[in-house]
């Protein structure tokens, strides 16, 4: 018999159990379930070819994946991050730069922006996950602004000015028109992806160690959680599909400049949208980004407050903290105990 024979054998069986508890959180009833609805709203602007509903989901999905990766990184793990939109900006510009200047495809753009911003995460992560509470929101801040003014300042992707598509750019994609449904498109499968990342490290023992760190890091490291490492990890997850949603989103607008791409407002209203939904479950950010978003649509849509959905953003989630700090879902969770298995 063959030395190498038990060995391998033995790291067959070290792999299937290494990936059975996933496969089954894949499978689980309640992602099928998320997913499933996901889907099934998607299908509404393809079904009635409308562009209007097309580019309403699109940012309704656009704000479920910004909550949703934010939620990884402050729902399971406990640090408060103001400044996530910096990947949303970072994949944007990434992906924006290679389709510019190296003509590659909109999927290797949104893979090379999401893995960019991923490891930038994870090298900032390092240094930056040390610091704790107020420090770490802060500091979060503090980034944002200096790759934007960095951006800003960096020639190769136009500045102050940014980068724009001429029209002929959407040609490779059989025009303007499918161009709109390819990002529309891509979108989805964006979101789908973050919403089953979500579920799964949720339900998984990483997730476990993430929210042991959140209740007491000292006490996780007892017990034997590498907190660093467990950190560094979520904070490149919460990276990767904001960076994704950055490509998508600045290839279907054909045009990136740095104020947009990472504006601190829409990072605040996307941990606006946790709360309100309630941090710390898979349903919330969902719940909270499809209201929230469907909340300021209506203000910025009518004259008379147009110009106020960021005042109402700062007042919702005072009275969140205040009087729902569990969130929608939580405060659901807690009224209707048989549903907390169906609001993971």
Known sequence: MN????????????????????????AHPFLGLVLGVILVVALFPIVTNSPTLREEI?????????ASSV???????????????????LGGYVA????????VHLAV?????????????????????????????????????????????????GGSVGMNFDYSFYDAYG???????????????????????????????????????REDQDAAQVLGIQPARYKVIAYAISALFP?????????????????????????????VAVMLGGFGTVAGPIVGAVVYDRLRSF???????????VAVAGVLLLLIVLFVPAGLVGELRRRVPWLRKYTE
Do not use: C
């Open 3 to 26: 030395s190498s024979q038990p060995f391998a054998a033995s790291a067959r069986l070290a792999w299937r159990e290494t990936l059975i508890p996933y496969v089954r959180l894949i």
């Open 299 to 309: 203000l910025l849509t009518s004259g008379a407050f147009s110009e106020l959905h």
């Open 96 to 103: 924006f730069f290679m389709m510019l200047t190296f003509h």
């Open 71 to 89: 939620n990884i990184i402050m729902g399971y793990t406990g640090y408060v991050s103001f400044g996530n939109i910096v990947f949303f900006g």
């Open 175 to 213: 025009g303007a028109k499918n161009a709109l449904w390819l990002a529309y498109y891509a979108i989805v499968l964006v979101a789908l992806a973050t919403v089953a990342a979500s579920f799964i490290i949720k339900q998984s023992k990483f997730g476990l160690g993430l929210m042991g760190i």
């Open 109 to 157: 753009a949104v893979l090379a922006g999401g893995i960019f911003a991923a490891l930038f995460a994870t090298l900032l992560g390092i240094p930056v996950l040390r610091l704790r509470g107020a420090y770490f929101a802060l500091a979060t801040i503090g980034i944002n602004e200096a790759v934007r003014a960095f951006v800003n300042n960096f020639d190769p992707f």
């Open 58 to 66: 699109f940012l309704v999905l656009m704000a479920v994946i910004l």
């Open 243 to 271: 960076a994704m949603a950055g490509a998508v989103f600045f290839f279907k607008n054909g045009i990136i400049e740095p104020g947009p791409a990472f504006s601190l407002t829409a990072s605040i209203e996307g941990l």
